[in-house]
């Protein structure tokens, strides 16, 4: 699976006004990772009718919205299913500040589609195996819920505790949700396996920043921009040093690695206006 990052989203952007019976039975309220086997309705648009689908995941494709069709409400609060030539199309989705409903369970009679299609079971063949269990760690991390991720994540330990990136994946929850001494624990097993990965050593270099040990997290730095043939994440762990020094107002250690970080952010241009700006407040005279 790619991480977000690959996933593609629906532009379903429709505008209606429709019944208080409608807004009622209606709570655009949800994201669709909050939606996972659920039947739901995309923001309403223009015309009076509105789309809906089915959000499920695909371990091999990510969370995706299987598209049914439009309905419309009736005066009296009934849903009136429209269902379109395109029905059955599937759209992968990525995290968005887009916000659906979910049906009520009551109303899906009226749209004639079952609480749970016969096709999703097609997709619920392995839930237990190390592998599925990181697949849906791996989900819940890249849409920012992370409590939620390291919970599969942890099982996914029990099963297999030597799992492929398990202890990096359990390492971005850590950060994420603060608990950066236990990020560091799971980094430092990671790296035992393969000091030069660039990932594992940057989630290492912003646990380190985060926990209070900047020294040891400049160490980590220079060590990766070293040993680490993937260069990509130079820049930020850079940055992120730099960053840290200015706002500890340590002139030394920043004009120590302003150069530095200058030459891994030199194609970045929000990085290096950034870092402009804050060589000029700290160079500048006290009067």
């Known amino acids: 699976m790619l991480k977000i990052k690959t996933q593609f989203i629906l532009a379903i952007c429709f505008f209606i006004s429709f019944s208080s019976q409608a807004q009622n039975d209606l709570h655009f309220d949800k994201h669709f990772i909050d939606c996972m086997d659920k039947w739901v309705v995309i923001?309403?648009?223009?015309?009076?009718?509105?789309?809906?689908?089915?959000?499920?995941?695909?371990?091999?494709?990510?969370?995706?919205l299987h598209y049914e069709g439009k309905f419309k409400i009736t005066s009296s609060g009934e849903y009136v299913a429209q269902k379109l030539e395109n029905a059955g199309m599937i759209f992968r989705l990525k995290p968005t500040g887009t916000l659906m409903s979910i049906i009520p369970t009551?109303?899906?009679?009226?749209?004639?589609?079952s609480p749970i299609p016969e096709w999703l079971s097609n997709y619920k063949t392995d839930t237990s195996s190390a592998q599925s269990l990181y697949n849906y760690g791996f989900l819940y991390n890249a849409w920012n819920q992370c409590a939620t991720a390291l919970?599969?994540?942890?099982?996914?330990?029990?099963?297999?505790?030597?799992?492929?990136?398990?202890?990096?994946?359990?390492?971005?929850?850590?950060?994420?949700l603060q608990l950066y001494d236990s990020a560091i624990i799971v980094l430092n097993k990671a790296l035992k396996a393969d000091s030069t990965d660039a990932y594992v050593n940057k989630e290492l270099?912003?646990?380190?920043?985060?926990?209070?040990?900047?020294?040891?997290?400049?160490?980590?730095?220079?060590?990766?921009?070293r040993i680490c043939t993937d260069q990509k994440f130079n820049g930020e762990n850079c940055y992120n040093i730099l960053y840290t020094?200015?706002?500890?107002?340590?002139k030394v250690n920043f004009n120590a690695w302003l150069d530095e970080a200058k030459k891994w952010c030199a194609k970045n241009k929000q990085y290096m206006n950034i870092i402009e700006a804050m060589e000029k407040e700290m160079n500048k005279e006290t009067p």
């Open 43 to 64: 923001q309403p648009g223009k015309d009076s009718s509105l789309s809906f689908g089915f959000v499920y995941f695909d371990q091999l494709a990510g969370l995706s």
């Open 106 to 113: 009551e109303k899906l009679k009226e749209l004639n589609v």
């Open 151 to 176: 919970q599969y994540l942890q099982k996914a330990k029990n099963v297999d505790p030597q799992y492929n990136k398990l202890n990096v994946e359990m390492a971005f929850s850590y950060n994420c």
């Open 205 to 225: 270099v912003y646990a380190q920043i985060k926990s209070g040990q900047l020294e040891k997290a400049a160490a980590s730095c220079r060590k990766a921009i």
């Open 245 to 250: 020094y200015f706002r500890k107002n340590d």
